[in-house]
C-alpha cells in the first residue's frame, strides 16, 4: 500500500470518527433538545483536536520540546493566531494556516 493512500485512510478514518463523535449524540437524543452544558462541551471538541495537533506539530521534534530559533513553525503560528483572534472564524484561520505554513515550508527548501 502506497503512503498516500494510507494517508488518505487516515485523513478518512478521522473525518468520519470526529463526524460520528458530534452526530450520533444528536440522533440519540432527537428531538428532546439538548442542555447548555452539552452545547458548550461539543463546541469545544473541534478545538481541542486542533490543539493537540497543532501543539505537537509544532512544539516538538523527536520526542524532545523543540524552543529555538531554528523553529520556524513558530513564526506562522503567532501569524495564524492574529489572524484568528481578528477574524474569530476557524475555516479562515485553517485555511490561512495552511498557505502560510506552506509558504515557510517552501522558503525554508522543505518542500
Same mark, same amino acid.
Given at each position: 500500500?502506497?503512503?498516500?493512500?494510507?494517508? +488518505?485512510?487516515?485523513?478518512?478514518?478521522?473525518?468520519?470518527?470526529?463526524?460520528?463523535?458530534?452526530?450520533? &449524540?444528536?440522533?440519540?437524543?432527537?428531538?428532546?433538545?439538548?442542555?447548555?452544558?452539552?452545547?458548550?462541551?461539543?463546541?469545544?471538541?473541534?478545538?481541542?483536536?486542533?490543539?493537540?495537533?497543532?501543539?505537537? /506539530?509544532?512544539?516538538?521534534? /523527536?520526542?524532545?520540546?523543540?524552543?529555538? &530559533?531554528?523553529?520556524?513553525?513558530?513564526? &506562522? +503560528?503567532?501569524?495564524?493566531?492574529?489572524?484568528?483572534?481578528?477574524?474569530?472564524?476557524?475555516?479562515?484561520?485553517?485555511?490561512?494556516?495552511?498557505?502560510?505554513?506552506?509558504?515557510?515550508?517552501?522558503?525554508?527548501?522543505?518542500?
Amino acid at each position: 500500500m502506497s503512503s498516500s493512500v494510507l494517508k +488518505l485512510g487516515i485523513i478518512l478514518i478521522s473525518f468520519v470518527g470526529l463526524f460520528a463523535m458530534r452526530y450520533i &449524540p444528536f440522533v440519540l437524543i432527537g428531538g428532546k433538545g439538548t442542555s447548555e452544558e452539552f452545547e458548550r462541551f461539543i463546541k469545544y471538541i473541534p478545538l481541542g483536536v486542533f490543539v493537540a495537533i497543532i501543539v505537537k /506539530d509544532i512544539f516538538y521534534k /523527536d520526542g524532545a520540546l523543540f524552543l529555538s &530559533p531554528e523553529n520556524f513553525k513558530i513564526i &506562522p +503560528l503567532l501569524i495564524v493566531s492574529a489572524i484568528s483572534y481578528k477574524f474569530k472564524n476557524i475555516g479562515l484561520s485553517v485555511v490561512s494556516g495552511g498557505i502560510i505554513i506552506f509558504i515557510f515550508m517552501k522558503l525554508n527548501g522543505l518542500i
